[in-house]
T-cell receptor, first 109, second 115 residues
Framework: AQRVTQPEKLLSVFKGAPVELKCNYS??????LFWYVQYSRQRLQLLLR??SRESIKGFTADLNKGETSFHLKKPFAQEEDSAMYYC???????????FGTGTRLKVLA | GAGVSQSPSNKVTEKGKDVELRCDPI?????LYWYRQRLGQGLEFLIY????????KSGLPSDRFSAERTGESVSTLTIQRTQQEDSAVYLC?????????????FGEGSRLTVL
């Protein structure tokens, strides 16, 4: 079954602390992985994608095919990182993006 | 417009009534998606359009749900005989065709409340 699992509904960290948002997936094949973010009163938007190997706003995500994980990390959390984060995948050659249930990140002052 | 536009932003209706939700994608984006997000849950895939065709309708929950797209532009999601469990935010997204590694651009959603 194709599935994206985000085990944490809510993650609270203090400003300046490291943060890791977990994402595990189940997919037979080679999917592409993404992280989307929704800030308060804004629309859902792309944060980063695996294929670009990019770091956006200090966030990185490493694809671990052995563990089928794509955890999102940032070494020093900022208050403006508080948002809802969704992990998503799309299968190679397909257009059906599958989203996880999301993790709400709260960065405390 | 510059982004994906959805209307209405909020809709309250009575059980049994029909509703229509509209999506205007970004100009030039031939791929269009509808998702449903119930309170506290993730995004649930409903339907995907490539141009005016819908090769994947697998996510439509029942025959009360239908969607169409015309002119490779505007799409309408119709829910007939609404039920309380249809209450959710309905999100539309568009993307450039042929790029399954590409970015989905989302609208702000249409919040549907069925009383």
């Amino acid at each position: 079954a194709q599935r994206v699992t985000q085990p944490e509904k809510l993650l609270s960290v203090f400003k300046g602390a490291p943060v890791e948002l977990k994402c595990n997936y189940s997919y037979s094949g080679s999917p592409e992985l993404f992280w989307y973010v929704q800030y308060s009163r804004q629309r859902l938007q792309l944060l980063l994608r695996h294929i670009s190997r990019e770091s956006i706003k200090g966030f990185t995500a490493d694809l671990n095919k052995g563990e089928t994980s794509f955890h999102l990390k940032k070494p020093f959390a900022q208050e403006e990182d508080s948002a809802m984060y969704y992990c998503a995948l799309v299968g190679s050659g397909t257009y059906k993006y599958i989203f996880g249930t999301g993790t709400r990140l709260k960065v405390l002052a | 417009g510059a982004g994906v536009s959805q209307s209405p932003s909020n809709k309250v209706t009575e059980k049994g009534k029909d509703v229509e939700l509209r999506c205007d994608p970004i100009s030039g984006h031939t791929a269009l998606y509808w998702y449903r997000q119930r309170l506290g849950q993730g995004l649930e895939f409903l339907i995907y359009f490539q141009g005016n065709s819908a090769p994947d309708k697998s996510g439509l929950p029942s025959d009360r749900f239908s969607a169409e797209r015309t002119g490779e532009s505007v799409s309408t999601l119709t829910i007939q005989r609404t039920q309380q469990e249809d209450s959710a935010v309905y999100l539309c997204a568009s993307s450039l065709a042929g790029m399954n590694t590409g970015e989905l651009f989302f609208g702000e959603g249409s919040r549907l409340t069925v009383l």
